[in-house]
């Protein structure tokens, strides 16, 4: 199975400040890799799939980047709606469709 | 506007069963494949189960054997039939839908609210 490894696992930022949340796979997985938001007490929420590719509805703030084995999302300028954690999600090799353990965005 | 709305859950005994339903809604069900996410409290998430439109199913091995996925098209409803539980199997139960783009792309779009699972004597 692909493992992922998400760093840092905890984050604390202000806001206004650029964000960037890495996501690695344990072998290849081309582009096929989604980031998602969770709230507490929410469902994730879909932000980019395809490795780089936002979602409809999702700000413009955040984007992805990266294939292969290494993945970046990055948010321009935290707001205070971002508070949360966030997942990455390989689906190049399934199943299993396998998670990262989460990163959680906090305020500094 | 699509839903899903799972129901179903509740506490129950190491050893017992429950079985959980996703009522979904606002899209045409049978076009797409369906999956069940769980996440312990305070915890990540782990990919509980799958079914595809053609009715295949896929486990991770933590519940294959234990756990069952299937699908009711005329009804728009999903359903996971979860036997003998164990603590470890306590989680927040979501679905989610499954959307495949391209030729081989993937990923899960729309969610549940989630259905809270509690084993425990």
């Known amino acids: 199975d692909i493992q992922l490894t998400q760093s840092p696992s905890f984050l604390s930022a202000s806001v206004g400040d650029r964000v960037t949340i890495t996501c690695r796979a344990s072998q290849g997985i081309s582009s096929y890799l989604a980031w998602y938001q969770q709230k507490p007490g929410k469902a994730p929420k879909l932000l980019i799939y395809a490795a780089s590719t936002l979602q409809s509805g999702v700000p413009s703030r955040f984007s992805g980047s990266g294939s292969g084995t290494e993945f970046t999302l990055t948010i321009s300028s935290l707001q205070p709606e971002d508070f949360a954690t966030y997942y990455c999600?390989?689906?190049?090799?399934?199943?299993?469709?396998?998670f990262g353990q989460g990163t959680k965005v906090e305020i500094k | 506007e699509v839903q899903l709305v799972e129901s179903g859950g509740g506490l129950v005994q190491p050893g017992g069963s429950l079985r959980l339903s996703c009522a979904a809604s606002?899209?045409?069900?049978?076009?797409?494949?369906m999956h069940w996410v769980r996440q312990a409290t305070g915890k990540g998430l782990e990919w509980v189960s799958a079914i595809g439109t053609a009715g295949d199913t896929y486990y991770p091995g933590s519940v294959k054997g234990r756990f069952t996925i299937s699908r009711e098209n005329a009804k728009n409803s999903l359903y996971l039939q979860m036997n003998s539980l164990r603590a470890g199997d306590t989680a927040v139960y979501y679905c989610?839908?499954?959307?495949?783009?391209?030729?081989?792309?993937?990923?899960?779009?729309?969610w549940g609210q989630g259905t809270l699972v509690t084993v425990s004597s």
């Open positions: 606002g899209f045409t069900f049978s076009s797409y494949d």
């Open positions: 999600q390989q689906l190049n090799s399934y199943p299993p469709w396998t």
């Open positions: 989610a839908r499954g959307v495949i783009y391209d030729s081989s792309g993937y990923y899960f779009d729309y």
